[in-house]
Protein backbone atom coordinates (compact mmCIF):
# COMPACT_ATOMS: atom_id res chain seq x y z
CA UNK A 1 0.00 0.00 0.00
CA UNK A 2 1.21 3.61 -0.17
CA UNK A 3 1.81 5.51 2.47
CA UNK A 4 0.40 9.14 3.36
CA UNK A 5 1.25 11.58 1.19
CA UNK A 6 1.43 15.17 1.97
CA UNK A 7 1.80 18.51 -0.42
CA UNK A 8 3.13 20.29 -0.78
CA UNK A 9 6.14 19.62 1.04
CA UNK A 10 7.89 23.23 1.49
CA UNK A 11 6.22 26.21 1.65
CA UNK A 12 7.12 30.17 1.98
CA UNK A 13 4.52 32.48 3.06
CA UNK A 14 4.43 35.62 4.55
CA UNK A 15 2.76 36.95 7.41
CA UNK A 16 -0.67 37.99 7.50
CA UNK A 17 -1.58 35.30 4.28
CA UNK A 18 -3.31 32.04 4.38
CA UNK A 19 -2.32 28.59 3.63
CA UNK A 20 -3.64 24.75 2.72
CA UNK A 21 -2.42 21.74 2.80
CA UNK A 22 -3.41 18.68 1.77
CA UNK A 23 -3.04 14.99 2.90
CA UNK A 24 -3.90 11.78 1.35
CA UNK A 25 -4.23 8.83 3.67
CA UNK A 26 -3.28 5.24 3.43
CA UNK A 27 -5.64 3.52 0.94
CA UNK A 28 -8.99 2.28 2.97
CA UNK A 29 -8.10 4.66 6.08
CA UNK A 30 -11.00 7.04 7.01
CA UNK A 31 -9.35 8.91 10.00
CA UNK A 32 -6.69 11.66 9.50
CA UNK A 33 -4.72 13.27 12.65
CA UNK A 34 -2.86 16.60 11.95
CA UNK A 35 0.18 17.74 14.13
CA UNK A 36 2.36 20.53 14.46
CA UNK A 37 6.10 20.06 15.16
CA UNK A 38 8.37 23.16 16.42
CA UNK A 39 11.84 22.61 18.36
CA UNK A 40 10.22 24.34 21.39
CA UNK A 41 6.63 22.58 21.85
CA UNK A 42 7.50 19.38 19.87
CA UNK A 43 4.38 17.33 18.53
CA UNK A 44 1.39 19.02 19.27
CA UNK A 45 -1.95 17.73 18.26
CA UNK A 46 -4.50 19.96 16.00
CA UNK A 47 -7.18 18.42 15.22
CA UNK A 48 -8.75 15.13 13.77
CA UNK A 49 -11.68 13.77 11.18
CA UNK A 50 -13.09 10.63 11.35
CA UNK A 51 -15.62 10.43 8.29
CA UNK A 52 -15.63 14.07 7.09
CA UNK A 53 -16.41 14.98 10.52
CA UNK A 54 -14.08 16.53 13.42
CA UNK A 55 -14.16 14.39 16.00
CA UNK A 56 -11.55 15.63 17.99
CA UNK A 57 -9.35 19.02 18.16
CA UNK A 58 -5.93 20.68 20.19
CA UNK A 59 -5.66 23.70 22.10
CA UNK A 60 -4.93 26.08 18.89
CA UNK A 61 -6.58 28.96 18.04
CA UNK A 62 -9.52 29.25 14.89
CA UNK A 63 -7.02 30.71 12.60
CA UNK A 64 -6.36 26.77 12.15
CA UNK A 65 -9.18 24.59 10.65
CA UNK A 66 -9.27 21.46 8.79
CA UNK A 67 -11.87 19.71 6.87
CA UNK A 68 -12.10 16.15 5.10
CA UNK A 69 -13.62 14.83 2.03
CA UNK A 70 -15.67 11.79 1.25
CA UNK A 71 -12.81 9.94 -0.14
CA UNK A 72 -10.70 10.72 3.37
CA UNK A 73 -8.06 13.33 1.73
CA UNK A 74 -8.00 15.89 4.37
CA UNK A 75 -7.07 19.51 4.19
CA UNK A 76 -5.84 21.80 6.95
CA UNK A 77 -6.05 25.56 6.25
CA UNK A 78 -4.37 28.18 8.29
CA UNK A 79 -5.46 31.77 7.77
CA UNK A 80 -3.75 35.14 8.77
CA UNK A 81 -0.63 33.63 9.29
CA UNK A 82 2.06 34.45 12.29
CA UNK A 83 5.48 33.89 12.42
CA UNK A 84 5.00 31.37 14.97
CA UNK A 85 3.10 29.42 12.76
CA UNK A 86 6.63 28.62 11.10
CA UNK A 87 6.62 24.45 11.72
CA UNK A 88 6.40 20.94 10.21
CA UNK A 89 2.86 20.00 9.84
CA UNK A 90 2.58 16.33 9.88
CA UNK A 91 -0.77 14.27 9.04
CA UNK A 92 -1.34 10.56 10.03
CA UNK A 93 -3.99 8.03 9.04
CA UNK A 94 -5.41 5.39 10.52
CA UNK A 95 -7.77 2.57 10.40
CA UNK A 96 -11.17 2.10 12.28
CA UNK A 97 -12.13 0.54 15.65
CA UNK A 98 -9.99 -0.28 18.07
CA UNK A 99 -6.83 0.40 18.69
CA UNK A 100 -5.27 2.04 15.49
CA UNK A 101 -1.44 2.58 14.45
CA UNK A 102 -1.37 5.96 13.31
CA UNK A 103 0.89 6.68 10.12
CA UNK A 104 2.73 9.66 9.53
CA UNK A 105 3.33 11.24 6.38
CA UNK A 106 6.47 13.17 5.37
CA UNK A 107 4.91 16.68 6.26
CA UNK A 108 5.06 20.54 4.96
CA UNK A 109 7.46 22.26 6.31
CA UNK A 110 6.14 26.01 6.02
CA UNK A 111 8.28 29.05 6.75
CA UNK A 112 6.54 32.35 7.76
CA UNK A 113 8.43 35.68 7.05
CA UNK B 1 -0.80 16.57 30.07
CA UNK B 2 1.97 16.18 28.20
CA UNK B 3 3.92 13.12 29.17
CA UNK B 4 7.50 13.53 30.34
CA UNK B 5 10.16 11.59 28.75
CA UNK B 6 13.49 10.99 30.17
CA UNK B 7 16.41 10.77 29.44
CA UNK B 8 16.08 13.84 27.30
CA UNK B 9 19.33 12.86 25.11
CA UNK B 10 21.81 9.80 25.42
CA UNK B 11 25.06 9.06 23.71
CA UNK B 12 25.68 5.46 23.13
CA UNK B 13 28.10 3.27 21.12
CA UNK B 14 27.21 0.39 19.03
CA UNK B 15 26.16 -2.76 20.94
CA UNK B 16 25.01 -0.63 24.31
CA UNK B 17 21.67 -0.74 25.32
CA UNK B 18 19.40 2.20 26.63
CA UNK B 19 16.31 2.77 27.96
CA UNK B 20 13.69 5.55 27.31
CA UNK B 21 10.96 6.35 30.23
CA UNK B 22 7.20 7.68 29.51
CA UNK B 23 5.55 9.09 32.56
CA UNK B 24 2.09 10.56 32.54
CA UNK B 25 0.21 11.92 35.40
CA UNK B 26 -3.19 10.73 34.07
CA UNK B 27 -4.37 7.96 33.70
CA UNK B 28 -3.18 6.02 30.31
CA UNK B 29 -5.51 4.02 27.92
CA UNK B 30 -2.30 3.55 25.45
CA UNK B 31 1.35 4.11 24.84
CA UNK B 32 2.81 4.18 21.14
CA UNK B 33 6.00 4.89 20.62
CA UNK B 34 7.63 5.84 17.40
CA UNK B 35 11.21 6.97 16.14
CA UNK B 36 11.86 10.14 14.26
CA UNK B 37 14.99 10.79 12.16
CA UNK B 38 15.85 13.96 10.84
CA UNK B 39 14.24 15.57 8.44
CA UNK B 40 11.69 12.69 8.34
CA UNK B 41 8.07 11.51 9.04
CA UNK B 42 7.82 9.62 12.40
CA UNK B 43 8.27 6.10 12.49
CA UNK B 44 5.64 4.26 14.29
CA UNK B 45 7.34 1.29 16.82
CA UNK B 46 4.82 -0.28 18.41
CA UNK B 47 1.27 0.13 20.65
CA UNK B 48 1.23 -0.54 24.47
CA UNK B 49 -2.01 -1.37 26.11
CA UNK B 50 -3.17 -0.81 29.81
CA UNK B 51 -1.86 -3.99 31.33
CA UNK B 52 1.24 -4.13 32.06
CA UNK B 53 1.69 -5.68 28.76
CA UNK B 54 5.46 -6.27 27.05
CA UNK B 55 5.71 -5.92 23.32
CA UNK B 56 8.96 -6.27 21.20
CA UNK B 57 9.96 -6.94 17.66
CA UNK B 58 13.99 -7.74 16.96
CA UNK B 59 16.29 -6.30 19.43
CA UNK B 60 13.21 -3.24 20.29
CA UNK B 61 10.49 -4.08 23.08
CA UNK B 62 8.56 -1.96 25.57
CA UNK B 63 6.27 -1.96 28.77
CA UNK B 64 3.42 -0.37 30.52
CA UNK B 65 3.02 -0.14 33.69
CA UNK B 66 -0.88 0.97 34.47
CA UNK B 67 -0.49 1.41 37.85
CA UNK B 68 2.75 4.28 37.18
CA UNK B 69 1.55 5.44 34.26
CA UNK B 70 4.28 5.16 33.39
CA UNK B 71 5.95 2.98 30.03
CA UNK B 72 9.37 2.29 29.21
CA UNK B 73 11.18 1.25 25.64
CA UNK B 74 14.11 -0.84 25.88
CA UNK B 75 16.91 -1.15 22.88
CA UNK B 76 19.06 -4.08 23.21
CA UNK B 77 22.32 -4.13 21.94
CA UNK B 78 22.33 -1.34 19.48
CA UNK B 79 22.76 0.07 16.07
CA UNK B 80 23.77 2.79 13.75
CA UNK B 81 20.28 2.68 12.63
CA UNK B 82 18.24 3.26 16.14
CA UNK B 83 19.86 6.71 15.93
CA UNK B 84 17.36 9.36 15.92
CA UNK B 85 14.93 11.05 18.74
CA UNK B 86 12.01 8.76 20.10
CA UNK B 87 8.90 9.96 21.50
CA UNK B 88 6.02 8.75 23.21
CA UNK B 89 2.39 9.38 22.29
CA UNK B 90 0.18 9.01 25.19
CA UNK B 91 -3.94 8.48 25.69
CA UNK B 92 -5.79 9.18 28.48
CA UNK B 93 -9.26 7.06 26.30
CA UNK B 94 -11.32 7.49 24.06
CA UNK B 95 -14.88 9.13 23.12
CA UNK B 96 -15.99 7.77 20.53
CA UNK B 97 -13.53 6.07 18.82
CA UNK B 98 -12.32 9.86 18.12
CA UNK B 99 -8.22 9.04 18.90
CA UNK B 100 -6.26 11.85 20.18
CA UNK B 101 -1.81 11.82 20.80
CA UNK B 102 -0.27 13.49 23.37
CA UNK B 103 3.57 13.05 22.59
CA UNK B 104 6.40 14.02 25.31
CA UNK B 105 9.27 16.20 23.86
CA UNK B 106 11.35 13.42 22.58
CA UNK B 107 14.13 11.59 23.56
CA UNK B 108 17.27 11.83 21.17
CA UNK B 109 19.23 8.70 21.03
CA UNK B 110 22.95 9.18 19.37
CA UNK B 111 24.81 5.44 18.13
CA UNK B 112 28.82 6.05 17.58
CA UNK B 113 30.64 3.40 16.21
Known amino acids: KAGVTQTPRYLIKTRGQQVTLSCSPI?????VSWYQQTPGQGLQFLFE???????NKGNFPGRFSGRQFSNSRSEMNVSTLELGDSALYLCASSGYGGLETQYFGPGTRLLVL | QQPVQSPQAVILREGEDAVINCSSS?????VHWYRQKHGEAPIFLMILLKGGEQKGHDKISASFNEKKQQSSLYLTASQLSYSGTYFC??????????????FGQGTRLTINP
Open chain 2, 89 to 102: GTEGGRIQGAQKLV
Open chain 1, 49 to 55: YFSETQR
Open chain 2, 26 to 30: KALYS
Open chain 1, 27 to 31: SGHRS
